[in-house]
């Protein structure tokens, strides 16, 4: 779950050179959220701050990650380890009263600022990637220096030594809200994620899109497809998805003729849509219901015909380049047994639909919805046998879980100082002020400004890195043009969510090039070929809001069929671009056409049906018929 696991800089060392603190200490950083979660007798809530808590988490994670990267110098990893506990354990047990003093300039306070600040750049730096790290202490220098600006540039009142003591104990900053939503909402998610996979969820999914993908020659790519599509629903995890089931359905698809390069860029785009897939969707959307205060069920809701409109194009998408390049295979492809398919989906919708009654039937929250979707795979599990696991297997899945998680909550803790500095500047207000002075010329520019600023920020950083700064910084100008406050924050989300395939980081390509064997830059160029009609969604719900659910019955009606048939009309503009450039641009005003809001609905709806009609089958066999009609 979650965002996109940055593993990169967690090594993984062989069985016999895990060391037994370091398995204890995984199981800690891993039972921790559950516990402080599900709490049976209130024995810990009643007592700790989730403050506190979400500090041990910290703590775990950071001793973990020195020893699993120091595996070579036990001293120093010992010595590293030692620091850590003994520093956040001080932070922990002062918390309470430490949070008083954050304006008194107590020298305690600001030294423990300072400590915990810099172990959290060094871990970033090694975990979170150097890009984020680098932006970071971008934003801190910017900070000190508007200490020194004069009037109403100058930043929080008190001086340096209250400005770098709130970078830690703000409500905003490292043991701040980011840090409280990843230790508690998207932890749980993660273990959800893994406890599925253990209960052969995985082998269900891929069993059941392989039925489903039909038998023809774009089948293994629309496979593909609908399989990233039903994990997302559990993982929200972009990576994840492309190694789980990405090591079923690349193989099928190269079978098929699909080129290393191609299968790649399909299976890293269709994985990176997991993030936007209800009811699980990524690290994002849990810090979007914390930073707008809306609750996440009603973000999954508003996210659903979005995430359904991505997945659609995607399939078109899928059907064109698969009839284009895939091939049949040389042997035949393996059969599914449809009883099997059947039993795989009864598992998978019983899973699903339990954790979506809690989310938006009883509005529990999320991580309670986790916790339960926890307990039904373990069921699951045991009804299917799979409650056997070696000693060798478990330390494996410790590490494997931890991988995910730790870089994670380091990303979260370091980003918390970015979002301090924003807020103690007025940094955001100011970038609002501008993109609204800039909106004044046409809400058009103003969202082209904010989508480039939000995928330029992604081509060095992670989805949820980019998308706490887009809010922060882009999405207030938008609500101050008039955009719904869900809308906004949408819209910054899919454009940070195009990080996973945007090169340099590209997280979801890299994750493929080692189960392709193809080069880093192909699979890129290959991904954002077969994505790029995906650019146009957030476009077309920002003008049509009922495709977020707002409105009435009518407009939501209206925005779905219109923003479909626009996809096929979209869809059948970029197939014919290299032969038939006029046909092109016939479709592509067609597929503007029918989502511009200004035009009378009835005008909208008629373009919608008459696009669909002429992409059916039925029309797709009148326009193979007129050929041979003309031929003599």
């Known amino acids: 779950m979650a965002g996109e696991p940055v593993t990169g800089g967690v090594a993984a060392p062989a069985d016999r050179e895990r060391s037994f603190f370091s398995d204890v200490l995984a199981a800690c950083l891993i039972l921790w959220p559950p516990l402080w979660v599900f709490d049976p007798f209130h024995l810990i809530q009643q007592h700790l701050m989730v403050e506190q808590f979400a500090l041990l988490e910290l703590a775990f994670c950071l001793a973990w990650a020195a020893l699993a990267r120091l595996t070579d110098r036990r001293a120093v990893a010992l010595l590293a380890v030692l620091a850590v506990l003994v520093l956040c354990g001080w932070l922990f047990i002062r918390f309470p009263g430490l949070t008083l003093s954050i304006y008194d300039g107590r020298s305690e306070t600001l030294v423990l600022s300072v400590l915990l600040m ?22 801190l220098l910017y900070g000190l220096l508007t200490l020194h600006f ?42 959800f994620g893994r406890a599925f996979l253990l209960a052969g969820g995985a082998k269900a999914i891929n069993d059941l899109a392989v039925w489903l993908g039909g038998r023809d020659a774009g089948a293994p790519v629309k496979t593909a497809v609908l399989a990233s599509g039903m994990f997302g629903t559990i993982s929200g995890n972009a990576t994840s998805n492309v190694l789980t089931v990405g090591s079923v359905t690349i193989p099928l698809m190269m079978r098929f003729g699909v080129r290393p390069a191609t299968a790649g860029g399909i299976e890293a785009v269709a994985s990176t849509g997991g993030q936007l897939m209800p009811p699980v969707m990524g690290t994002a959307a849990f810090m979007m219901a914390e930073l707008t205060s809306i609750p996440y069920a009603e973000i999954a809701l508003a996210a659903l015909l979005p ?98 998680l730790v870089p994670l909550v ?59 700064i887009s809010a922060t910084l882009v999405a207030p ?53 077969f994505s790029v009609l995906i650019f146009w969604i957030p476009f077309v719900f920002i ?80 326009r193979d018929r007129r050929p041979s009609q003309t031929t003599p």
Not at 118 to 139: D, I, K
């Open 543 to 622: 003008y049509n809001p009922g495709l977020l659910l707002i409105g009435s019955a009518w407009e939501i009606f209206l925005a779905l069929a219109t923003a479909s048939g626009a996809a096929l009309a979209a869809s059948a503009a970029l197939a014919k671009t290299r032969d038939r450039v006029v046909e092109a641009l016939l479709y592509a005003g067609l597929a503007i056409l029918v989502v511009w809001p200004m035009l009378p609905d009835w005008l909208r709806l008629t373009a919608a049906l008459l696009a669909a009609l002429w992409f059916s089958p039925i029309g797709r066999g009148f």
């Open 150 to 191: 004069p009037g109403t540039f100058a930043a929080l009142g008190g001086g340096t030594r209250t400005f770098l003591t709130y970078m830690t104990f703000g409500s905003d900053a490292i043991i701040g809200q980011t840090l409280i939503v990843v230790t508690v909402t998207v932890a749980c998610f993660v273990l």
């Open 118 to 139: 810099s172990v959290c750049f060094v871990a970033s730096w090694f975990l979170a990637g150097r890009g984020l790290t680098v932006l970071v202490l971008l934003f």
């Open 410 to 468: 380091v990303t979260a803790a370091i980003v918390g100082v970015m979002l301090a500095v924003i807020n103690t500047t007025g940094l955001g207000v100011m970038l609002a002020f501008l993109l609204e002075q800039i909106g004044g010329k046409g809400l058009f520019l103003s969202l082209l400004v904010a989508a480039a600023a939000s995928y330029l920020l992604g081509l060095s950083l992670s989805t949820a890195a980019v998308y706490v």
């Open 307 to 404: 995430a359904l409109l991505f997945y659609l194009v995607l399939l078109v998408e899928a059907h064109r380049i698969g009839k284009a390049t895939a091939k049949p295979a040389e042997t035949d492809a393996p059969a599914v047994d449809r009883a099997a398919a059947l039993r795989s989906l009864v598992v998978f919708a019983v899973i699903l639909i339990g954790v979506s009654v809690l989310l938006f039937w009883y509005g529990r929250s999320p991580e309670w919805a986790a916790v339960l979707g926890i307990l039904l795979c373990g069921l699951v599990a045991l009804s299917c046998g799979r409650h056997r696991l070696a000693w060798t297997a478990v330390r494996r899945e410790l590490y494997e879980v931890a991988a995910i």
């Open 477 to 529: 100008g938008l609500v101050a043009l008039g955009v719904p406050v869900m809308a906004a924050h949408l819209f910054v989300l899919y454009m940070a969510m195009l990080s996973m395939i945007s090169p340099p980081v590209a997280f979801a390509c890299l994750a493929t090039c080692g189960l392709t064997g193809a080069s880093f830059a192909a699979t890129c160029r290959e991904a954002l070929r």
